[in-house]
């Protein structure tokens, strides 16, 4: 019996995960769309409109909140930011033309980062998220801030992500996420979570370069599969995520923090 309950679950956990990828599986369908409608738009303004349509379908059919599309347009605007540093300095590339282009930089990549936030906003309601022995807020925002400049400094100075590692280890290490599946509750290390969505965007990622949604300077003749470097730097990506939202729900105490 006790089996039953945990595979039914298990399955219950899958189908609520699927369901809070709803934004980032439209966009990779609109991605893998995106090639027919070439004779009558460039592809990276097709995806913008089509990610707009999809963000405003998602907030007027009720499956995000008003609060959940402000962080979300957040993320938009700090992917944006990071966007154009790194297409500047030449880390990746959007080598088609358009009419939605910055720098160089197509509009519609912020809705790549936003798709991330909207998956945990989606995760946090459906699994009724609580945080146990969350570290000071103060400790937790720095944290994020150190990964996020380390985006940008480390092709200056000394890359520093296993430092802030060490750091996250330390200061996370006692930290667990409480998720409710038919009100009986599981508890998971944040760290886990952290690594385990950071690989999983990695792969999403894989799919996105062979679509055609932006290109690394060794896709360009021929896809390969993206650096496994990569999946740190998501992995980090994740917990700055992480961090931003969790601070904004405790702030507002759409979530409960446990000391215990």
Not at 129 to 147: D, K, Y
Not at 172 to 192: G, Q
Not at 198 to 220: C, R
């Amino acid at each position: 019996m006790l089996l039953k309950t945990y595979i039914r679950h298990f399955l219950i956990f899958t189908i609520q995960q699927a369901l809070s990828c709803i934004f980032p599986v439209l966009v990779f369908t609109m991605l893998a769309l995106s090639h027919l409608f070439t004779g009558f738009i460039p592809r990276y303004d097709f995806m913008l409109i089509a990610c707009i349509v999809i963000q405003a379908a998602m907030f007027f059919g009720g499956l995000e909140t008003k609060n959940e599309v402000v962080v979300i347009c957040v993320f938009h605007l700090l992917g944006l930011m990071m966007e154009l540093f790194k297409v500047h300095i030449g880390s990746w590339s959007y080598p088609e033309a358009a009419f939605t282009k910055f720098a160089g930089v197509p509009l519609y990549s912020g809705f790549m980062y936003a798709s991330v936030a909207s998956y945990m906003c989606q995760a946090w309601r459906r699994f009724d998220l609580e945080l146990i022995s969350w570290p000071g807020h103060w400790v937790a925002r720095i944290c994020g801030a150190l990964i996020y400049f380390n985006f940008f400094t480390n092709h200056f100075f000394i890359d520093v992500r296993y430092y802030i590692g060490v750091l996250i280890i330390i200061f996370f290490r006692k930290s667990l996420v409480k998720f409710h599946i038919e009100k009986k509750a599981y508890r998971m290390p944040v760290i886990v979570s952290f690594v385990l969505i950071g690989f999983f965007i990695w792969l999403a990622e894989n799919v996105a370069t062979k679509l055609g949604a932006w290109k690394y300077a060794y896709q360009h003749k021929t896809w390969a599969m993206v650096n496994y470097q990569k999946i740190s730097s998501w992995g980090f990506l994740v917990i700055v995520s992480f961090i931003i939202i969790a601070e904004l729900k405790l702030l507002k105490g759409d979530i409960e923090e446990q000391k215990h």
